[in-house]
């Protein structure tokens, strides 16, 4: 029988980019709340910067509580699906934050208005067949307070390009309007980007550096980065990547109003007779608990949010909490992050270590910041040129065909080649279709006896023509600085377990299509909130962090101004 503790304010289930940012408002305003975070507590000790220990043994992934309930992946419903080789978040205080490339990026405004804006300006023929896409509730407008506030809460370096409608050609011309300039100046560039960057604008393109939260000097009392090239699935050892470990949950703690359980791994969300949320059981060292709380909090990224939300029957739940309409799962889809380039040049780079948030960014072929009249595709995506190399990667280049993958011929190409090869990172539109989605698998279990995820995804003509255009526009970029030989990645269909990760509890304003409404509070649970990119209906060209953390804020700081009428 589970252990019954003192009731709480709020639980929040996870505490990542999302639950650790949402437990900053949510206890400055007063409110007790328990983070319950399945990992444990990591610090700079724990972030050696070992390309073996961590981007090839995976360290500390293989340990944790998602590499035990990895999910399950099939192309469409017609075939059986099989289990993926990984998982790539993070159970810890912080989350995947810790070891994130530290992209920040807000969405453009015509992220948030997709279906409305693609018929208006082409007509409703030209949303794909099959799509689920439907506008945001509210605009870029609503969010832009929440983007400038986690900005400076969590620390993100970058140029604005657009101040008030004010453009500034150093920045991104195609953002939306913010209020001000960024907390930190970018992080610098090599010579390598700055040669990529002087191409793009002889290309009549408008190239900027990229948003990180990653401290480009001094802040919060935290050191700037050191470049030293293992951001790329490691943490920082100088805590200069702005993880919510470092961040808001620190002073969350700080108030006296936020106690943190590790270990504690969640299994089921409780409900009473009348179908409010009354609090979480989990397990911890193999004893069971349950939390009461007056409001809880979901933050415990897109799998695992839908996940526990399945296994939540009840008497009032029977398809599992806030499903009665059968949305929770639906509208699930994940970045596009295959269909790169790789370019070979015949001058070294100088282009070793630095971190994957150090860039290029090409926005021209974003969104909807081109006319699609004459092509067969909405949406685009954002092409980005970084500097991120180690040795074990440098060996695993591409022979471009000059070599063979092995021997004495193999190691000689290596040995010249090493600084002269370059990898773009292009991220598109993806959009969500009635046949992709999330639900229990009927077969596999974790380790506990409970069913894993499975996704059922695949992309589609959309997505691949957009793959397809850009792939064009990032060999124009590489040939036209210099590049002798380039190679495209093949497209990819199949969905698999992604970093970027959205939908399945989808935000809107009808509870017949949607799984919680504009401030992320369930249609059916009027105490329960979910947090993370489950939430979005739209992807945009982007990473999904900022604004994973500023609608977690926002919802945060909605339980505070209505808690009378929420919690009790």
Known sequence: ???????????????????????????????????????????????????????????????????????????????????????????????????????????????????????????????????????????????????????????????????????????????????????????????????????????????????????????????????????????CHVDAKNSTAVTTIPRAEATGRLKIVTYAHVTEIETDSEGRATGVTYLQHGEEFFQPAKFVLLASYTYENVRLLLLSTSGSSPLGLSNNHGQVGQHYFSHHQGAGVSALFPFDLKAWYGLPAQGVAIDDWADDNFDHTNLDFIGGGNLWVMSDRRPITAAGMSTFGRAPSWGSAWKAFIKENADRSHSTYIQKTTLPYESNYLDLDPVVTDPLGFPVIRITGEYKQNELAIASFLQEKMVQW?????????????????????????????????????????????????????????????????????????????????????WHALAE
């Not at 949510?26 to 990591?42: W, Y």
């Not at 698999?496 to 017949?512: K, L, Q």
């Open 478 to 562: 590489y040939r036209d600085a210099g590049a002798t030989e380039v190679t495209r990645a093949g497209l990819g269909r199949t969905m698999g377990v992604s970093t970027h990760a959205y939908g399945g509890t989808r935000m809107g304003d009808s509870p017949e299509t949607n799984v919680v409404n504009r401030f992320g509070i369930s249609h059916e649970v009027p105490n329960l909130g979910i947090l993370g990119a489950s939430v979005m209906g739209t992807s945009g060209a982007h990473n999904p962090t900022l604004t994973v953390q500023a609608l977690a804020w926002r919802t945060a700081e909605h339980v505070v101004s209505n």
């Open 1 to 235: 029988m589970a252990t019954r503790l003192p009731t709480t304010d709020v639980i929040i289930v996870g505490l990542g980019a999302a639950g650790g940012g949402a437990a900053l408002p949510l206890t400055e305003a007063g409110l007790q709340v328990v983070g319950l975070e399945a990992g444990s507590r990591l610090t700079r000790r724990d972030f050696a910067p070992d390309e073996i220990r961590n981007n090839v043994r995976d360290w500390p992934f293989a340990v944790q509580k998602a590499s035990r309930e990895i999910p399950t992946v099939r192309p469409n419903s017609s075939v059986d699906a099989v289990q993926a080789e990984s998982h790539p978040m993070m159970n810890a205080v912080g989350g995947t934050s810790l070891h994130y490339w530290g992209q920040s990026w807000r969405l453009n405004p015509w992220d948030f208005q997709v279906a409305s804006e693609t018929q208006q300006r082409y007509g409703t023929s030209r949303l794909p067949p099959g799509t689920t896409i439907e506008d945001w509730p509210f605009g870029y407008d609503e969010l832009e307070p929440y983007y400038d506030r986690i900005e400076r809460e969590v620390g993100v370096s970058g140029q604005a390009g657009n101040i008030n409608g004010r453009i500034d050609p150093r920045g991104n011309p195609f953002e939306g309007p913010r209020q001000r300039e960024y907390p930190m100046p970018s992080l610098r560039w090599t010579s390598f980007l700055n040669r990529m960057a002087e191409v793009a604008r002889g290309l009549g393109w408008h190239p900027f550096p990229g948003p990180a939260a990653i401290n480009s000097r001094r802040y919060q009392d935290r050191s700037g980065c050191v470049y030293h090239g293992f951001c790329n699935k490691g943490g």
